[in-house]
């Protein structure tokens, strides 16, 4: 069964930091783009970043840019999403996802986590 398993999110207060961590089993995605993915309550989910193969290339939505960093790690076949100066707005659940795509201003995957929630208090 393939799997995507994120962990690390919780409640923090404004301008704390966390770690989420996506970890993958059934399948190696090590030669995949992963990206991680929010979805505030009665919001679409949205892109926050994604990261090619190599972990050469990263990209961000801008409202995160400057204080999130994507990382992976091939050989764990593991993905993290390092969250810094978090503010309330930050606050949704959080999905990584292996191979996502772009249609008609929605993303798709065939894999998805099933999401951790990161809290920010004000």
């Keep these: 069964q393939v799997q995507l398993v994120e ?17 993958a089993s059934g399948r190696s995605f090590r030669y995949s783009v992963m990206g991680w993915f ?26 995160v840019k400057g204080r999130f960093i994507i990382s ?17 707005e930050d606050t949704a659940v959080y999905y990584c ?6 249609r008609a201003g929605s993303w798709y995957s065939d894999f998805w986590g099933q999401g951790t929630q990161v809290t920010v208090s004000s």
């Design 97 to 102: 996802a292996a191979e996502p795509s772009q």
């Design 7 to 23: 962990s690390g999110g919780g409640l923090v207060q404004a301008g704390g930091s966390l770690r989420l961590s996506c970890a």
């Design 72 to 88: 992976r790690e091939r050989a764990k076949d593991t993905m993290y999403l390092q969250m810094n100066s978090l503010k309330p």
């Design 38 to 63: 929010r979805q505030a309550p009665g919001k679409e989910r949205e892109f926050v970043a994604s990261i090619n193969w190599t972990g050469g290339r990263t990209d961000y939505e801008d409202s």
